[in-house]
């Protein structure tokens, strides 16, 4: 793929993504208080960044897991078949599971990614995504938290990629071809 030159504009700073994050892990506490049986489950790589951040907030025993799928090649629209490449590696019978994404955009992933896990009967299955792009869905998903609502445009950084670049941006932002 040649890659058409383009800038990246600032969407989200990096302290607005950490004051958000607090606020999340206080939500997601309350929900999961009581257990000790949490899996938080990245889904690889675009959550690498947000799964780290989001961890280290919440006061839960919880465990870490990761799934890696690819519905995008390196083009920027999704193809609607969502494969999974890597699964967990740990059971999730019975257990508490958060699933953690970077951004829901068509939906397809997240969609494709629950019906997934709930063929394995976790006890609890909650969503977070850190965005989520409302207007751009094509099946009906709602993450359970979402960190911030945003436009039609298209994101990097804070683990977020553009032909696997720019993911070790610490803010939210956007491409802008020049
Ligand atoms: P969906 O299946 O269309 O909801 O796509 C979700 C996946 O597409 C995300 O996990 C990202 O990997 C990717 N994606 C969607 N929007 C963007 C973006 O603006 N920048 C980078 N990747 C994106
Ligand atoms: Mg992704």
Redesign the pocket.
């Given at each position: 793929m040649t890659e058409r030159p383009y800038v990246i504009d600032q969407m989200i700073s990096a302290k607005s993504i950490a004051a958000r994050i607090e606020t999340l892990a206080r939500e997601i506490e309350g929900e999961f208080k009581g257990t000790d049986k949490v899996v938080v489950v990245g889904?690889l790589r675009?959550s690498f960044i947000f799964i780290a951040d989001l961890v280290r907030e919440l006061e839960l025993p919880i465990e870490v897991d990761f799934i890696e799928v690819t519905?995008?090649g390196n083009a920027?629209e999704?193809t609607g078949e969502?494969r999974i490449l890597k699964d967990l590696r740990g059971a999730v019978e019975g257990r508490d599971v958060l699933v953690v994404?970077?951004?829901?955009?068509?939906?397809?992933?997240?969609q494709a990614i629950v019906a997934h896990l709930e063929t394995r009967h976790p006890s609890k299955l909650r969503t977070i995504a850190l965005l989520d792009?409302p207007s751009?869905r094509?099946v009906d998903f709602k993450a359970h938290w979402t960190g911030f609502e945003i436009p039609d445009?298209?994101?990097?950084g804070y683990g977020?990629?553009?032909a696997q670049r720019n993911r070790n941006l610490d803010h939210i932002g956007s491409v802008r071809f020049v």
């Open positions: 889904i675009g519905s995008y920027m999704s969502v994404e970077d951004i829901v955009d068509t939906g397809f992933t997240m792009k751009r094509k445009e298209f994101v990097v977020i990629d553009y």
